[in-house]
C-alpha cells in the first residue's frame, strides 16, 4: 500500500447508485484523509444522502468501490460497517425513542461488547463487570456532549438540540475511526451552531475523522478542511473551502441560490 | 452502576430499605406474587378439606404463564408479533411425549422411548427453540402484518403436522400414559418414602397436583429470572433497538438477523418448557390443545397483562386464565344460586342459567373490551407503553385544539 492510500481512511472509487432509471449517485471519486473534516454539499436532491447510505451498508452501490480504511468495503452489511469503525447520524433524526439516553447510548456500545447469551442468561461475574464498565463509558459520553443530566429521560423527551446531541454520542459509542454526520445543524439557532462546531473539533481531537453533509455555508466554512460538491448525483467540485466557494459550477449549481 | 459505587467508595454502608424497595413497583410485585404462590396452596386445601382441584387449575394457570412470559420476549421486548405461538408449545410437549411413553412402539420405530422428565424438560426447550430459529429465518424481512400472517400460518401447520403424521404421533387418537416426573435418586434418600427414617413423603408426582404445583412455581420463578436478566443486557437493549428503530439499530452494529432470531428462539424455548410440563402434567397430548385459540389466548394476556412488563404478563395471564376457565364456565350456576337467594323462582332462574350459557363468549368478550378500554396501557404497564399512550392521547389533544382553533 503507498503512503498516499495509508493516510487515507475512505476512498470511494467511481461510486454509483442507480434507482431504476434514476442515477442518484453518478460516478462519484474523492478520498478522505485520517484526522480531517471533509464535508459534502450540494443542494437538495443532490444525492448526499445516498451517498452516505452506500458508504454504511444501507444501501449496496451498482458499481464503483468504497475502501475503508485500506479494507473493501463495498456491499458490507450495516452492522458489519458499524464493526469496522464507521458510525452514523440520521438527518432526520433516528433515536430509539423509547429507551432512555443512556440505553440509547449503551445500545452504541453494543458492538464493542463481548457478552453472549449465557452470559447474560445467568448474570456472570464477567457479564456484570462489562454492563457496569459500559453503563460508565456511556456516562462519559453524554458528559462529552454534554447532555449527562438527562441520562435517565426517554430519548423522545429531549428538546430537539439535545436529541441532536444524543444522537452523536450514541455513534461515538461504537468506536468510530469515521464520524458521518447527516446535516447536524439543521434547525439549530445560530449559537447552536457555534456549540456544534466546538464538539466537532473536540471529536476531532479524539482522533475520530469527520464527514459531514451540511447545508449552513457558515458551518461548512467554519470548520471543514476539504469540501466535495455533489449536483445531480456528479462530483463537480473538491479542494479547500476558499476555492470551492470560487468556483463557478458551484456558484452556478448550489451558492448561487443562496448568496 | 450502584454496586460500583458501593464497591469502590467504603462510606456509604448499602443497607436494607424495605421502603424504598417497595417503592419499586416490580419488586413489589415480585414479592406480593411469591407469598401468594406459597400461601395458596395451603389455605386452598386447608379450607376445602384437602380437596386440590383448586390446585390442579392453578397449575394449568402456571403453563400459560410461562407461555405468557416466553411470548413477551417475542412480541414485547423485540416487537415481533407472532400469531403463532402455540406452535411451539406442541412441539415441546410432543418431544416430551413421544419420548417419555409407549407411543414409539406402535411407530415405525417399534420400540417405546422412555427418558426422564428431567432431561427431557431441556431436550424439548432445545428442539423448541431449534424450531424458533427455523421459522424465524424465513420471516426475517417481514413487518407487522406480515409476520403476523406468516406465523399465523405456522401455527396452523404445525398440529396438522401432528394429526397426519399419525404413524408417529397417533394423530386423532392423542398420545397417553405419558411418564410422571420423579425426584432424581439424590433427593429419594431413606428420609422419603415408606422407610423406617422417613421425614417427608414419597417424592412421587403420579399425577399429585401438589407436586406439580411446587414445580411450575419453581420453574416460573427460573423464567422470570433468566428473562429479567437478559431484558437488561446487553441482547435485551439490542432487541428493544430494533422494536424502536431497525434501519438505526443496524446502523449501530447490530447484526439484525441474528438478533431477531435469538427473540424467536429465546420465546420458543420457554414454550418448549412449558410443552413439556404440560405433557407430563396432564399425560395426554392432541394436537386440539393447541390450535389457533390458544396462541391468541396467551397473546390477550400478554397485552392484557401489558407488553414488555415481566410482571405485567404474569398478571394479565392469571388473570384471562381465571376469567376464562373459573369466572366464565361458572356463571350460569352462580347465576342460578343468585337468584335462587333474591327468591325468583326456578323456571326463572334456570332460564337465566340457560342465557347466560349461550352468551359465554359475548361476556367473555366483553370483559376484554372493558378491561382495555379501562387500562389500554395493561393491567402492569411497562413504562415504555405508558408512555407511549400518554404521548399519543397528548397528540389528540393537540390535534383537537388545533381544529377548534381552526373552525
Redesign the interface.
Known sequence: MSQAAADNILELTSLTKRFGGLVAVDNVTFNIKRGEVFALIGPNGAGKTTLFNNV???YTPTAGRVVFDGRDITGS???QV??RGI??T?QNI??????SCL?NV???R??R?K?K?W?????LPR??R???RV??EAMELLRFVGIQRQANQ?A?NLPYGQQRRLEIA??L??DPKLLLLDEPAAGFTPQEKVELMALVRKILARGTTVFLIEHDMKVVMGISERIVVLDHGEKIAEGPPDEVRKDARVIEAYLGKSA | ?N??ATAKSPSPPRRFNLRERIRDRETAVYSILLIVAILFPIVDIYSNDGGTADVSQATRAGTFVLLAIGLNVVVGFAGLLDLGYAAFYAIGAYTYALFASLQLQSSPLHHAVHVNFWIMIFVSMFVAAAFGAILGFPTLRLRGDYLAIVTLGFGEIVPQLFYNFDNWTGGINAIGLIDQPHLPFWLQGPWSGDGDFKVVQNFNFNSDPVAFYVLIVILIALAVI?VN??Y???????W??IR??E??????????VTTKL?AFS?GASFSGFAGAYYAANIALVSPDNFLFLVSITVLVMVVLGGMGSISGVIVGALTLYFVIFYLIPGLPQNVTNFAGTIGLSDNVANAISDATTRLNFIIYGLILVLMMLLRPQGILPSR?RE??LK?AAVQEDEAAVEMSHQG
Not at chain 1, 433516528?94 to 429507551?99: A, G, I, S, T, V
Not at chain 2, 434501519?247 to 447484526?255: D, L, Q, S, T
Request: hydrophobic share 45%.
Open positions: 454504511t451498508g444501507l452489511k450495516p452492522h458499524a464493526r458510525a452514523r440520521f433516528r433515536l430509539f425513542d423509547y429507551m440505553d449503551r445500545v452504541g453494543h458492538v461488547m457478552a447469551v452470559d447474560s442468561l445467568f448474570k457479564e456484570r462489562e454492563e457496569e453503563t460508565e426517554y423522545r450514541r455513534a459509542a461504537t | 452502576m454496586q460500583a433468566l436478566n437478559l437488561k443486557s446487553r441482547l435485551g437493549r439490542a428493544m433497538a424502536e428503530d434501519v438505526a439499530a443496524a446502523a449501530m452494529g447490530i447484526n439484525t435469538l429465546i415504555v408512555q407511549e404521548h
